[in-house]
Nanobody, 120 residues
Framework: VQLQASGGGLVQAGGSLRLSCAAS????????LGWFRQAPGKEREFVAA????????YYADSVKGRFTISRDNAKNTMYLQMNSLKPEDTAVYYC??????????????WGQGTQVTVSS
């Protein structure tokens, strides 16, 4: 499984960005994909996840109502639409995949990160 994240950048507080994660190497019908982030000096934290087959999603409380995770089956691409961005959203964002249910289980595959910087 190969995952390629893109779409990061610099944005002012209150702005929006959309991250993309291009997935390849497998048929993802039994997979769950997710977004994680890691800010400087902090541990990596879960952001959002989506079940590839059903589109079922779940979010960290810190982003609920502001971020939307989605996927395009035809393009094998996952997205993270981030609205109402805050300086505390600044981090390197990673996409990940696992051949497992949406909740629980560790992620097995990781993409490279994409930097998101939110200025105040």
């Amino acid at each position: 499984v190969q995952l390629q994240a893109s779409g990061g950048g610099l944005v002012q507080a209150g702005g929006s960005l959309r991250l993309s994660c291009a997935a390849s190497g497998r048929t993802f019908s039994s997979y769950s994909l997710g977004w994680f982030r890691q800010a400087p000096g902090k541990e990596r934290e879960f952001v959002a996840a989506i079940r590839w087959s059903s589109g079922t999603t779940y979010y960290a409380d810190s982003v609920k109502g502001r971020f939307t995770i989605s996927r395009d089956n035809a393009k094998n691409t996952m997205y993270l639409q981030m609205n109402s961005l805050k300086p505390e959203d600044t981090a390197v964002y990673y996409c990940a995949a696992k051949d497992a249910p949406l909740r629980g289980y560790e992620y097995d595959y990781w993409g490279q990160g994409t930097q998101v910087t939110v200025s105040s």
